[in-house]
């Protein structure tokens, strides 16, 4: 392919570099666009082909269905490596040591305390309220809490950030379904690894033993490694955006959980179940629902269907298939859900719609149901999502603060009223 790619406009050419990849994926550089053409931009609405940064993080290979995090197989991730050992991974760059990993875990642990007075904010919020809504609110409390801006010349403030998130994330995200549900507000147990303390973070109460079952642990390990990056998505394309502004790492990651709580995003996890449910209270007709995703009449989608990027099997949907199998078989469970689930997918990947538009199950479509055999309330499940994916966003944001970027701010077609006069009351 050419080096470079020229646009022709008004009799006049323009010439724009090519750039290439590792991965061979092709990029025109259109930043010199707007200023050697006297004004003109490119139009891009949800910016379907728009690349918004360069990033060594991630490799997605949406045709081919390939997820890779620094190079490193997400199929190979999940089975050999801790959610720790590839946070570390995606936001340095590289699989850590023992050692390195040992002081990355100890080091999350000693930032595991949340500040008292936080309590108060939990408990402002109604029993009722979203707890997507609450993580947000109390991400960017965080900030309140630790005023001091990164300084992002000092590796050693910019580590400190990370782990004091990465401590403190679950017990906050824990805390929100606590409060739905008038349970105390546990504190960390630092004897713990990651997920056993989550979990005890979130299911253990004070009058009873809480035993954490390790097929339990293994599974949600494997889940919310799947969901630890996913390069420029929609949260991650916002925690970027909000840092470009020299907003800090806590205020960008409360906007993050905000996009991510969307039911197109990650809401989706939520939505599907809900789905299935309501399949399954309908009498188990899964056709019934596959003609109305069809109906462009009917607002319906099938949740858990369909990606942005992935126009073949979503590779962590494979995963988490499988594992939905092991950990019924595992633990001796049978949900009808599943079932439908399973019936569900048949169906629609036989059918014309879904094949011509490469509409494949994704990441969403079965991770619900695991989490609902470890139960996990239904409430909760993007708030998992948000766990999950936090090491991704903390990375994106790392990256684009040492790449230097500059302020995301896109332009517009303007396409309302030329200059009028102002009208008076009467006139109106
Ligand atoms: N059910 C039925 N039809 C669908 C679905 C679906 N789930 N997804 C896409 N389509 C159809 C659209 O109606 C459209 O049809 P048309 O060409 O006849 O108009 C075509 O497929 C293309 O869909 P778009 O919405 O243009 O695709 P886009 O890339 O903008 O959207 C998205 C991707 C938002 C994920 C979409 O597939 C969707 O809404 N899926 C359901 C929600 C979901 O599962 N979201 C989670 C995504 S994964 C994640 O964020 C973690």
Same mark, same amino acid.
């Given at each position: 392919?050419?080096d470079?790619?020229i646009l022709?406009l008004d009799?006049?050419?323009?010439e724009?570099?090519?750039?290439? /990849?590792?991965?061979n994926?092709?990029?025109?550089?259109?930043?010199?666009?707007?200023?050697?053409?006297? /004004?003109?931009?490119?139009?891009? #609405?949800?910016?379907?082909?728009?690349?918004?940064?360069?990033?060594?993080?991630?490799?997605?290979?949406?045709?081919?269905?390939i997820?890779?995090?620094?190079?490193?197989?997400?199929?190979?991730?999940?089975k050999?490596a801790?959610?720790l050992e590839?946070?570390f991974?995606?936001?340095? =760059?590289?699989?850590?040591?023992k050692?390195?990993?040992k002081?990355?875990?100890?080091?999350i642990?000693?930032?595991?305390?949340v500040?008292e007075?936080m309590?108060?904010?939990?408990?402002?919020?109604?029993?009722?309220?979203? #707890?997507?809504g609450?993580?947000?609110?109390?991400?960017?409390?965080?900030?309140?809490?630790?005023?001091?801006?990164v300084?992002?010349?000092?590796k050693?403030?910019?580590?400190?950030?990370?782990?004091?998130?990465?401590?403190?994330?679950?017990?906050?995200?824990?805390?929100?379904?606590?409060?739905?549900h008038?349970?105390?507000l546990?504190?960390?147990?630092? @004897?713990?690894?990651?997920?056993?303390?989550?979990?005890q973070?979130?299911?253990?109460? #004070?009058?009873?033993?809480?035993?954490?079952?390790?097929?339990?642990?293994?599974?949600?390990?494997?889940?919310?490694?799947?969901?630890?990056?996913?390069?420029?998505?929609?949260?991650?394309?916002?925690?970027?955006?909000?840092?470009?502004?020299?907003?800090?790492l806590?205020a960008?990651?409360?906007a =993050?959980?905000?996009?991510?709580?969307?039911p197109l995003?990650? =809401?989706?996890?939520?939505?599907?179940?809900?789905?299935?449910?309501?399949?399954?209270?309908d009498?188990?007709?899964?056709?019934?629902? &596959?003609?109305?995703?069809?109906?462009?009449?009917?607002?319906?989608r099938?949740?858990?269907? /369909?990606?942005?990027?992935y126009?073949?099997?979503? +590779?962590?949907?494979?995963? &988490?298939?499988?594992?939905?199998?092991e950990?019924?078989?595992?633990?001796?469970l049978?949900? +009808?859900?599943l079932?439908?689930?399973?019936?569900?997918?048949?169906?629609?990947?036989?059918?014309?719609?879904?094949?011509?538009?490469?509409?494949?199950?994704?990441?969403?479509?079965?991770?619900?149901?695991?989490?609902r055999?470890?139960g996990?309330?239904? @409430?909760?499940?993007t708030?998992?999502?948000?766990?999950?994916?936090?090491?991704?966003?903390?990375?994106?944001?790392?990256?684009?603060?040492?790449?230097g970027? #500059?302020?995301?701010?896109p332009r517009?077609?303007y396409?309302?009223?030329?200059l009028?006069?102002?009208?008076?009351?009467?006139?109106?």
């Amino acid at each position: 392919m050419s080096d470079k790619a020229i646009l022709e406009l008004d009799g006049k050419k323009f010439e724009f570099p090519v750039f290439k /990849g590792p991965e061979n994926e092709t990029a025109i550089d259109i930043s010199t666009l707007r200023g050697s053409t006297n /004004g003109v931009i490119t139009l891009d #609405p949800g910016f379907k082909n728009t690349g918004s940064c360069e990033s060594k993080i991630t490799f997605l290979d949406g045709e081919k269905g390939i997820l890779r995090h620094r190079g490193y197989a997400i199929e190979e991730l999940t089975k050999k490596a801790s959610f720790l050992e590839v946070a570390f991974l995606v936001i340095f =760059g590289e699989l850590p040591t023992k050692a390195e990993l040992k002081k990355f875990e100890d080091d999350i642990k000693s930032h595991s305390l949340v500040n008292e007075e936080m309590k108060d904010i939990v408990v402002g919020f109604p029993k009722s309220a979203h #707890p997507m809504g609450m993580l947000s609110s109390f991400t960017s409390a965080l900030t309140s809490f630790n005023p001091g801006v990164v300084d992002i010349n000092s590796k050693e403030d910019m580590y400190n950030a990370i782990v004091k998130i990465l401590g403190k994330f679950p017990v906050l995200a824990t805390w929100a379904h606590r409060r739905n549900h008038g349970l105390p507000l546990n504190y960390a147990d630092n @004897s713990l690894g990651y997920i056993e303390n989550l979990m005890q973070l979130m299911f253990k109460i #004070p009058t009873e033993d809480y035993k954490i079952n390790p097929i339990a642990v293994k599974a949600l390990d494997e889940l919310l490694i799947l969901h630890e990056d996913h390069e420029q998505n929609c949260s991650t394309s916002t925690v970027r955006i909000v840092g470009s502004s020299g907003a800090g790492l806590f205020a960008s990651l409360a906007a =993050g959980v905000s996009a991510l709580w969307g039911p197109l995003h990650g =809401g989706a996890n939520q939505a599907v179940i809900e789905m299935l449910e309501a399949i399954q209270k309908d009498g188990g007709d899964v056709a019934k629902y &596959i003609a109305k995703a069809k109906d462009k009449n009917d607002p319906f989608r099938l949740m858990g269907f /369909g990606h942005r990027v992935y126009k073949n099997f979503d +590779p962590r949907a494979r995963i &988490i298939k499988n594992a939905a199998d092991e950990l019924f078989e595992d633990l001796n469970l049978n949900d +009808p859900i599943l079932d439908i689930a399973k019936h569900l997918e048949e169906v629609a990947l036989k059918d014309e719609y879904f094949a011509e538009r490469k509409l494949y199950p994704n990441v969403d479509f079965y991770s619900g149901i695991i989490y609902r055999a470890l139960g996990i309330p239904v @409430s909760m499940f993007t708030v998992m999502f948000a766990i999950g994916r936090l090491p991704g966003w903390i990375a994106q944001w790392k990256e684009m603060r040492e790449n230097g970027e #500059p302020i995301g701010r896109p332009r517009q077609l303007y396409t309302g009223e030329t200059l009028r006069s102002f009208l008076p009351f009467e006139k109106r």
